[in-house]
């Protein structure tokens, strides 16, 4: 965080309040000792909550393999085991595909996740015998004294044992905005945090007594739901079953009344009529593509807390971010001090600064920047009185008796802009530097009316270094058509300055939060226009992510301050470093560890390669559906009216080996390859009505093409075995050609690996039809010259359909159809920096 606080945790100072616990055993300078730690861990008075609530193994297990799409398939190799026909039971090895591959990939994203949650998790300071030390959240028992300080997260219940300015959020639990100050003896519950000042707090709830923990499990598990994919896909596969009863059916009495064919043949034709109507693989790879996208993601560093933010960051179109820790580094340089007219003497002013920064217990940027290059050799001593810093007032201050009450925060807010003062810092401010004042003031700064009059003694000039990264980010997102708002809590003409920079547009012209209306619209109107904002308090960038969202943008919110946790919690996406404050880890979707703001373009690009490729194979697996549905029903319904009308009912065309063939090169394998390859288009919302905007159609042809094979190649209820065969190859030849061409229109744009994916697609299927050995144990038949030159004519046909209702598909949505790549889009499925320059 960038922003400067103060205060004192040292229990005994003037400037802090201290009360002793009420159980006598416990000394709060000093925290339990040994003893007592291990008497209360043998009690088991812990805090025995999960580090994170991680779908068990077990639970990963019975998830992928107690499924729908199992079910109905278990139920249908049930069928055709029972005709004794194990070979047309190959489709049942789709359940151990299923289960396997997807327990597999589930188990490694959880373990990443679970490591990485290990190095994110907030850990609490906690006295014992004397000293001070980070722990496990797990590790803390009851009546432990636990430090607090701005930005940190509170992680069981508990007593205020002592405090200076401490003010507590709890937002996340009551819905308060406001901070709520808390003095000894006040209770602080677990789930909220530390918005400014600092203090010490007794233990009293611990594991599952703390009001929290139970929030905190649910919040942290481990799950794919609520997701617009995951429900449209759930809608699919309710609409599907439903359907296969009907379906089922209606084949199986053709087969057995209208026809006569003996038990085993209809039921095989039954099984082979509803197998392809089950999108077996498309739950598989969506299992996959969320679980390797962690994967991905964990191997930068990169924190997912909930799986659905992949889909989530797949649809950002703005990305707010702060300057400090994004633009610029985290590191300062205490670059020059610019005394005011009048001022005291040079080394009162440092000896002011040195006493300032040594008595902060947990000194950010700017006060390390000046701890670094002023010590405190005056001899102060301890603040007689504190002011934390806080977002809202941006100043901090400590009184130290008779060396004065001395306060340190943005000159735009203690100055009177028109002073002279006030047009140097914004002078200095202007190139990018960061310029905060140092004044003195005539009250205690712990006084209600603080800080009272300030006089201007000192312009503290910190010099903050641009990342060399931050152009190319910026850069990636301009082109990627994201937009990126700078909001910031520094100085509007500093902000603007680094912005303008690195070629921002807009960074030129930055506002003064300041002016900012409060009315949404209006709000959403000046941020559609301007991209750089200085002077931003917490409740406005809140306010600023509200504006964006009424206008249909999805948000992407990043920041690491405290200051930052409200319009976190609020954005579509929260995105915290993993230096940010504990608070802000809490609750952001998204942790990057590495602290590089240049980490989210891979993040955004993984998220659009997931939800990409996922919509992608949809149509693949959806096209077959439809098909699969059209040919059972349209063979049904001519069974009835054969009766009626008096003419010869048909059979199905298929064996269930057939329809497994079927799949193999047209979905199957280039599913999972596509599944895996770059994709850089920004997801939208309306995934079902995409999908079947494509597979609707194409199925439909499919599946009446392959119908009208079938009747033309049928010989009757007399065709001999061979004539029945050669029949049914026709009507494979048609399915196969017309389905290989939806793949081709699926995978544009082509570059070099597409067109090798759908070259060996079609190789081998040509194997599969020319070897003597395939064709003799897949059951095939293309000798017959005439239904085979009829099932390609119909099959060309049926592509010149597929053709016509993609091109009327893309005019109706307004776009252009690309056959081939650009030199952008060429990466490989390989390729593992996706969408990054």
């Not at 004794?84 to 489709?91: A, E, K, L, Q, T």
């Not at 005291?344 to 000194?363: F, N, W, Y």
């Amino acid at each position: 965080m960038a922003h400067d606080r103060s205060g004192s945790e040292d229990t005994g100072s003037p400037g802090t309040s201290v009360a002793t616990a009420p159980d006598s055993d416990v000394d709060v300078a000093r925290g339990l000792n040994a003893d007592q730690v291990a008497a209360r861990v043998a009690a088991g008075q812990t805090n025995d909550v999960p580090d994170r609530a991680s779908r068990s193994v077990k639970d990963i297990i019975r998830g992928n393999v107690f499924t729908r799409i199992n079910a109905i398939l278990t139920v249908l190799l049930i069928i055709v085991l029972a005709t004794g026909s194990i070979i047309d039971g190959m489709f049942g090895l789709l359940i151990v595909a299923n289960s396997g591959i997807g327990i597999i990939q589930e188990i490694r994203a959880k373990r990443t996740l679970d490591a990485l949650a290990i190095v994110s998790q907030a850990k609490p300071v906690v006295r014992r015998d004397g000293a001070a030390a980070a722990m496990a959240p797990k590790d803390v028992v009851l009546d432990d004294i636990i430090e607090l300080g701005s930005g940190d997260q509170i992680v069981v219940d508990g007593e205020v044992v002592s405090a200076a300015g401490l003010e507590v959020d709890e937002s996340m639990l009551t819905g308060e905005a406001d901070p709520v100050h808390k003095a000894v003896g006040d209770q602080i519950l677990s789930g909220s945090f530390v918005a400014a000042g600092s203090g010490a707090y007794r233990a009293t709830k611990v594991g599952g007594d703390a009001y929290a923990a139970k929030l905190a499990e649910e919040a942290s598990k481990f799950t794919l739901v609520h997701s617009e994919l995951r429900s449209g896909i759930d809608r699919i596969l309710k609409f599907i079953t439903y359907l296969m009863i009907p379906a089922g059916a209606l084949i199986i009495y053709n087969q057995l009344f209208t026809i006569g064919l003996p038990i085993r043949p209809a039921l095989n034709g039954m099984v082979a009529a509803l197998v392809p109507m089950v999108p077996e693989g498309l739950v598989l790879m969506t299992s996959i593509a969320f679980a390797v996208g962690v994967i991905r993601l964990g191997k930068r560093q990169c924190l997912v807390q909930e799986l659905p933010a992949i889909e989530g960051l797949a649809r950002v179109d703005v990305v707010c971010a702060d300057k400090t820790g994004t633009l610029t580094e985290n590191g300062m340089r205490l670059s020059d001090l610019e005394l005011a007219d009048g001022a005291l003497d040079e080394s009162t002013i440092k000896a002011a600064l040195g006493a300032m920064a040594a008595s902060d217990p947990r000194p950010n940027a700017s006060v390390l920047a000046i701890a670094e290059s002023l010590s405190d050799d005056a001899g102060w001593g301890n603040a007689t009185a504190v002011a934390p810093f806080s977002s809202a007032k941006k100043w901090s201050g400590q009184s130290f008796g008779s060396n004065g009450n001395w306060v340190l925060g943005a000159p735009d807010v203690l100055l009177d802009p028109a002073s002279e003062m006030a047009r140097k810092a914004e002078e200095i401010g202007s190139t990018g530097l960061r310029v905060l004042m140092l004044g003195s003031s005539d009250l205690p700064v712990d006084d209600a009316n603080a800080p009272g009059t300030v006089t201007a003694q000192a312009l503290v000039v910190l010099e903050q270094k641009v990342r060399p990264d931050a152009r190319e980010t910026l850069e990636f997102f301009a082109d990627q058509k994201v937009a990126v708002k700078v909001i910031s809590g520094d100085n509007a003409v500093s902000v603007g300055a680094v912005a303008g920079s690195l070629g921002l547009a807009g960074g030129d012209r930055p506002i003064d939060a300041r002016s900012l209306p409060d009315d949404q619209e209006k709000l959403a109107d000046t941020l559609e226009e301007a991209t750089t904002f200085g002077r931003v308090r917490p409740d406005q960038k809140r306010a600023m992510v509200s504006a964006l969202q009424s206008r249909g943008h999805t948000v992407a919110m990043t920041g690491d301050g405290v200051n930052d946790v409200l319009a976190l919690k609020d954005a579509d996406i929260g995105v915290s470093m993993g230096s940010g404050s504990p608070a802000t880890r809490a609750v952001a979707q998204i942790v990057l560890l590495d602290n590089k703001f240049a980490t989210l373009p891979y993040v955004v690009a993984e998220g659009r390669r997931v939800i990409g490729n996922i919509e992608r194979v949809s149509n693949l697996f959806l096209t077959k559906t439809v098909y699969s549905v059209v040919l059972a029903f349209l063979i049904g319904i001519t069974g009835v009216l054969s009766q009626a009308f008096d003419f010869e009912a048909l059979p199905y065309p298929f064996l269930p080996r057939h329809v497994t063939i079927a799949a193999w090169f047209t979905i199957g394998i280039p599913a999972f390859i596509l599944s895996l390859a770059p994709n850089n288009e920004r997801a939208r919302t309306g995934f079902v009505a995409r999908v079947l905007r494509l597979a609707l159609p194409s199925g439909v042809i499919i599946g009446v093409a392959t119908f009208v094979t079938y009747v033309f190649a049928y010989q009757g209820p007399d065709q001999t075995e061979v004539e029945k065969m050669q029949a049914g190859t026709s009507a494979l030849i048609t399915l196969i050609m017309i389905a290989v061409w939806v793949l081709a229109v699926v995978a544009r744009p082509y570059v070099w690996w597409k067109l090798v994916l759908i070259g060996g697609s079609v190789a081998g299927y040509l194997l599969l039809f020319g070897l003597s050995f395939t064709r003799e144990f897949f059951k095939l038949d293309p000798s017959n010259v005439g239904a085979t030159t009829l099932a390609i004519a119909v099959g060309a046909v049926g592509i010149v359909g597929v053709e016509l209702s993609s091109w009327i598909g893309a005019r109706l949505k307004g776009e252009k159809r690309k056959f081939f790549a650009t030199a952008d889009d060429s990466a490989g499925p390989e390729h593992e920096e996706v969408g990054a320059r």
